[in-house]
C-alpha cells in the first residue's frame, strides 16, 4: 500500500511539473492601440466617421464601371474568395471536434488460435482428452461475424480542442479580412492607374499642340535660312528641338499602352483600350475627405483587423499547445451483433456485444514533439503580435504622409501654374520678337521647351494629387464597404 501511494505522489509531482513548465503569456492589442496618437498632427481636429463609399468617391461613370469589372473578374480576388473558402472547411472541420465521434462497422473475419495458448487450450482440457464432447469444443479456427457501431471521444478537460475551434474561427474571419483589403488595394489601384491614364492623354495632347508650335517655328527658320537672315545651326536647333519632342509623343504613347493594360488586367480582361472621358481629368476629387482620428483605423482598415484576427488565432494555438502537456481523457465504446454463425447473427438479446473503456494519459517521457509544437506555437504568436503593432504604426503614417502630400502638392500645384501660365506667354512674345530680329532662335527654342517642360510638370502634379487623394482614402481605411 505504501509502494502504491508513492508512485501515485510521484507521479503527481511529475505533472506538476510538466504543467508549470508550459506557463505562456497571452499577447493583447490593448497595449498597442494605448500607444496609437489621439490626432494625426496638431491642426488635426477631426472628429470619428466612416470613410465614405467608393461609389460616392469616384464620381466619374468609366471609372466606377472599371471598378465593377475588377471586383468580379479580379485574379487576385477570386484566388482570396477560395482561401477564404479554404479556411471555411478549416472551421467546418474544428466546429465538431469536441463531440464524439459516431462510425457504423460492418466485419467478416476468421480466427485461429495457436493449439498451446490460452484461448487455444480454452477449447479443450489441459490434457487435451479426447473423450471431451464435441458440441462443447470450440471451432478453430473460428468464423466472426460483426455489425455495430463504434464510437470515441475525447473529453477536452484543458480546453485543448476548445482553442482549436477558436484558432479555426479567427483564420476564417482573418481571411476575410484579407479579401477586404485586397478590394481596398485593388479600388486604389484602378483610380490610380486611371487618373494616370487621363494625365497621360493630356500630355499627348499638350505635346501635340506644342509639335504643332515647334513644327511652325521650323519652318520660319528654315525660310529665313533661305532668305539669308538665318543660318544653318538655327535650322538644326529647331529641328533637333522637334525631333525630341516627337520622341517623347511616342514615349508618352506606349506608357499610355502600358497602363491601359494595367488596367485590364486588374479588370481580368486582355489588352484593350480603355473607355475614358479626358474631361474628367480637369475636375478634382473631393479634397474635403474626413480623416477621423487615428483610433477610427482600428475598425475601418482591414489590414489590421486582419493582423488582430491572427494573433487572436496564434494565441488559442499556443493555450492548445501547452494544454497538449495536461492529461487527456479518451473513451471509446462500440455497440453492435455478433456471432461465429452469420444466421445467428440477429439472435437477440444472445448476439448483442458491447464494449466501453476510459483512459486518462499523460505525456511524462520523451515530450520532444510536444515542446517543439509549443516553442513554435509561441513564436508565430510573438510574430502575429509584432505583425499587428507594425500594421497599425504603418497605417498611421500611410495618413500622415498622405494628408501631408495632398497640402504640399497644392502648393507647388499653385505655383506651378503660374510659371505654366507666363511661359505660355512668353511663346508667343519670342516668336513676334523673334519675327522682328530682337529675339534669337536660342531664345526661341529656350522658351518653348521651358513652357513645355512647365505643362508636363502641371499635369504631373494634378494627377499626383488626385493619386494622393486616392492613397488617403485607402489609408484611412474607405473602399471595401459596399
Known sequence: MLKIKHSFLFSIVILLIVISGCKTIQLDTASVKKQLPVKYSNASDSVSTQPQKWQVMFFNPDL?????????????????????????????????????????????????????????????????????????QIPNPLPDYYVGFGASWEIDLWGKLKNKKKAAAARFIASQHGRDLIITNLISEIASNYFRLLALDNEAKILEDNIELQQAAYDLVTAQKEAGKANELAVEMMKAQLLSSKAIQTEVQQMIIETESTINFLCGTYPKAVNRDTTYFSQHLSTTINTGIPSDLLKNRPDIKQAEA????????????????????????????????????????????????????APLINRRRLKSELMAAKSEQKQAYINYEKTVTNSFKEVYIALNNIKNIKNMYDLKKEEADILKKSIVTSGELFKAGRASYLEVITTQKNALQSQLELINLYNRQNVALVNLYRAIGGGWKN
Open 64 to 136: 466606377k464601371t472599371l471598378i465593377d469589372t475588377a471586383l468580379k473578374n479580379n485574379f487576385d480576388l477570386k484566388l482570396a474568395l477560395q482561401k477564404i473558402e479554404t479556411y471555411k472547411a478549416g472551421l467546418t472541420l474544428n466546429k465538431g471536434i469536441r463531440l464524439p465521434e459516431l462510425g457504423v462497422n460492418a466485419a467478416i473475419g476468421q480466427r485461429k488460435f495457436g493449439d498451446y495458448t490460452m484461448d487455444g487450450v480454452g477449447n479443450y482440457d489441459t490434457q487435451f482428452s479426447p473423450n471431451i464432447n464435441d458440441k462443447q
Open 310 to 361: 491572427e494573433l487572436k488565432a496564434a494565441n488559442a494555438d499556443v493555450k492548445s499547445a501547452q494544454a497538449a502537456f495536461y492529461p487527456s481523457l479518451n473513451i471509446n465504446a462500440a455497440l453492435g451483433l455478433q456471432s461465429f454463425k452469420s444466421f445467428l447473427l440477429l439472435e437477440t438479446p444472445a448476439s448483442l456485444a458491447y464494449n466501453v473503456a476510459g483512459g486518462l494519459a
